[in-house]
C-alpha cells in the first residue's frame, strides 16, 4: 500500500467515524430543541437542509446531474416514497427522543442491519447461510422478548427499523448520489414543512420567533442532517463495506449510553432483550467478515 493509499483510507476512516459519532450523539441535540414539538423540529430540518445541499451540490458540479436524475420517472417515484420514508423516519425519532425513548430508537437502529438482511433474502434472493439465520432468529427473539419479558411492543423501534430498511434499500435500487437523493427528498417534503410551520405560526405553537437562541438552534437541524450524511459519503467511498459496516454500531451505541444515563428504564428484561440483539448484530457481523475474506481469497 502506498503512502498516499493510506492517507486515503486514514480521512476515510477518521470521516466515516465522525459521521457515526455525529448520529450517535444527535440525541443530545434533539433533546435541547426539545422546546419545539417533533413536527416543527423535522420540518426545521428539511427548510434548513435544502439550501446547503443546494450549495453542496454546486460546490461539487452535481447540479445537472441532479436534474437528469430526476427527469428518469422511475427515479423520480422512487425518490418521491424515500421523501415519505425518511420524513416518517425522522418524526418517529425526534419523537422518541424528546419523549424519554432514546433506548427503543437506538434498539431500532440495531435491528435494522438484520431487517436489511431479511429483505435481501426475500425480495434479491440473496443467500442467507447459517450464521445469517442465527443472526435473526437471535433479534427475533430479543424482540419477542421485550413483548413477554418487558410486556410491551416495541413499536418505535420496529417503525424506525422498518422504515429505515426500506428507504435503504429503495435508495439502493435507484442507484442516485447519496448528496443528488437527499436534496431532491428534502425538496419534494419542503412544501409539507412550510405548511406544517405555516400552520403551527397561525395556531401560536411555533417556537422559532420565541427568542434568537431558539431560532438559531432550530436552523443547526440542518447541519445535524448533512454534515454526517457527508462525512458517511466520504467513508464509504473509501472504505470496504465490512469496515462501514462495524463502524454503523457506534452511533446506536451512543445513543443506547445517551438513554441509560438519561435515566430510561432498564430492567434485567431489557438487558436481556438487548443482550439478544447484540448477540445478533455481532453473528451478524461476524457472518460479514468471513464473506469479504472468503471474496477476497476468490479473487487473489
Do not use: C
Not at 70 to 83: H, N, Q
Not at 266 to 284: C, E, K, S
Request: net charge positive; glycine share 8%.
Amino acid at each position: 500500500m502506498t503512502e498516499v493509499q493510506d492517507r486515503d483510507i486514514r480521512r476515510a476512516l477518521l470521516a466515516g467515524l465522525t459521521g457515526y459519532l455525529i448520529w450517535g450523539v444527535s440525541p443530545l441535540y434533539f433533546q435541547l430543541v426539545g422546546f419545539a414539538s417533533a413536527l416543527e423540529i423535522v420540518a426545521h430540518r428539511v427548510v434548513w437542509s435544502l439550501p446547503m445541499l443546494f450549495a453542496v451540490l454546486l460546490i461539487a458540479g452535481k447540479l445537472r446531474p441532479a436534474f437528469r436524475a430526476i427527469a428518469d420517472p422511475k427515479v423520480l417515484l422512487t425518490m418521491l416514497a424515500t421523501a415519505a420514508l425518511i420524513s416518517v423516519n425522522w418524526l418517529i425519532f425526534v419523537q422518541a427522543v424528546n419523549g424519554g425513548q432514546v433506548l427503543q430508537a437506538s434498539l431500532g437502529y440495531y435491528i435494522n442491519p438484520l431487517m436489511s438482511v431479511a429483505v435481501g433474502v426475500v425480495i434479491l434472493r440473496e443467500p442467507l447461510g447459517p450464521w445469517r439465520i442465527a443472526a435473526i432468529v437471535l433479534a427475533s427473539l430479543g424482540v419477542l422478548n421485550q413483548i413477554i419479558a418487558v410486556g410491551e411492543v416495541p413499536w418505535i423501534s420496529l417503525s424506525l427499523a422498518v422504515t429505515f430498511t426500506a428507504y435503504g434499500y429503495l435508495r439502493k435500487i435507484a442507484s442516485v448520489d447519496g448528496r443528488v437523493g437527499l436534496f431532491w427528498e428534502t425538496a419534494f417534503i419542503l412544501p409539507f414543512a412550510l405548511a406544517a410551520l405555516v400552520w403551527m405560526g397561525l395556531e401560536g405553537q411555533s417556537q422559532f420567533l420565541d427568542s434568537p437562541a431558539k431560532a438559531a438552534l432550530l436552523i443547526v437541524a440542518g447541519l445535524v442532517t448533512i454534515v454526517p450524511l457527508l462525512l458517511y459519503i466520504i467513508g464509504a467511498r473509501g472504505l470496504r463495506l465490512s469496515t462501514m459496516g462495524l463502524l454503523q454500531f457506534t452511533a446506536p451505541s451512543l445513543q443506547f449510553a445517551i438513554g441509560v444515563m438519561s435515566g430510561e428504564p432498564f430492567t434485567p428484561a431489557h438487558m436481556v432483550t438487548f443482550g439478544l440483539i447484540w448477540a445478533g448484530v455481532a453473528t451478524f457481523t461476524w457472518s460479514q467478515l468471513r464473506r469479504e475474506r472468503k471474496a477476497v481469497a476468490a479473487a487473489s
